[in-house]
């Protein structure tokens, strides 16, 4: 059965014939954790720790220490979506006669084309974005996501605003390994979703940086710590992390934007035409210890 067509717009010449498409989140969170791509089933990581154990010397050998070796992996999740545009309910519309006269061999405009191409492909990325960070493997449609990867909240949080949020990101940055902590400015990031950016410039305008985030848009960082936005994470939620230490496992980044497209009318003589997507996603947590887990605990 075709996707429902529903059409709201009213005929305003033919220079009108543009498409408006929703406003959605920008797929930043890839760009900020470590991507493994080429896995069509399983990747197996080996994680190694080994714990110093230095004493007195003496003549003998003194066995001291202890290696532990273990494994994470990432076993992403194949997604797909289809969806169905039939030409007829196109043809009610009013840019009919861009889809010429003959009643066969009829294809759908061109600019609904590009419009249903570019949309779902954004779509996805908007999808991953989101999924990357609360996704469940046992829901259909979804991949797990980092927050699902914790097994325990680090630090009880709040309801965010701009007059608590210095003192939260505080907490967050206290719980942090102090080994770790070495790492900032190299790999270690503050993860927020984008109400906890706002809030913090907010935060630091009153504060007397107004001209840093009124007038300019800074670089947030917290501490010498970066701020790293992250649309599809939940409000007052926060993850302090170094890169290296999440993971994200796919088949090909690319599929991300590749939307196939199949005129049924060239093969079956129906009058839809189709659009695939394939997508594939699995997210890892290295070493949990690691990271710090910012949320407010379920009531």
């Known amino acids: 059965m075709p996707t429902s067509l529903s059409f709201t717009s009213t005929y305003a010449g033919e220079a ?32 190694y720790a080994n714990a110093a ?14 290696v ?10 194949r997604l797909t979506w289809d969806q169905e545009i039939c030409k007829k309910d196109v043809i009610r519309d009013w840019q009919t006669k ?48 980092i927050l699902n990867q914790f097994s325990a909240i680090d630090v009880n949080g ?13 907490l967050v940055v206290n719980a942090i390994p102090t080994a770790i902590k070495a790492y900032r400015g190299d790999d270690l990031n503050i993860y927020v979703p984008t ?10 305008s009153a504060l007397g940086a107004a001209d840093m985030f009124h007038e300019r848009q800074a670089t947030p960082n917290f501490r010498g710590i970066p701020l ?5 994470m939940p409000d007052n939620t926060i993850v302090a992390a170094r890169k290296s230490n999440l993971h994200f496992g796919t088949s090909l980044v ?25 997508i594939s996603g699995d997210t890892a947590i290295g070493f949990e210890g690691e990271a710090v887990y910012y949320a407010v605990p379920a009531s």
């Not at 760009?31 to 080429?38: E, K, L």
């Not at 532990?68 to 999740?77: A, G, H, I, Q």
């Open 254 to 278: 690319d599929d991300l934007n590749k939307v196939a497209m199949l005129d049924m009318e060239q093969t079956t003589l129906d009058r839809n035409v189709r659009f695939h997507m394939s």
């Open 16 to 47: 009108a014939a543009k498409y408006l498409a929703a406003a959605l989140l920008a797929s930043k969170s890839i760009d900020n954790v470590t991507v493994h791509t080429d896995i069509p089933y399983r990747q197996v990581f080996r994680k």
């Open 98 to 145: 861009t889809m010429g006269a003959s009643l066969l061999g009829q294809s759908l405009p061109t600019d609904l084309q590009e419009m249903q191409l570019a949309y779902m492909a954004a779509l996805a990325g908007q999808y991953v974005e989101q999924t990357i960070w609360t996704g469940d493997a046992t829901v259909a449609g979804q991949f797990d996501g």
């Open 228 to 232: 790293v936005e992250c649309p599809g």
């Open 158 to 170: 709040t309801t965010l605003t701009a007059a608590n949020i210095i003192a939260q990101l505080g």
């Open 68 to 77: 532990t070796v273990s494994e994470f992996y990432l076993d992403p999740k």
């Open 195 to 204: 109400s906890v950016i706002f809030l913090y410039e907010e935060a630091q």
């Open 53 to 66: 154990g230095f004493v007195n010397a003496t003549c003998d050998f003194t066995d001291t220490g202890t």
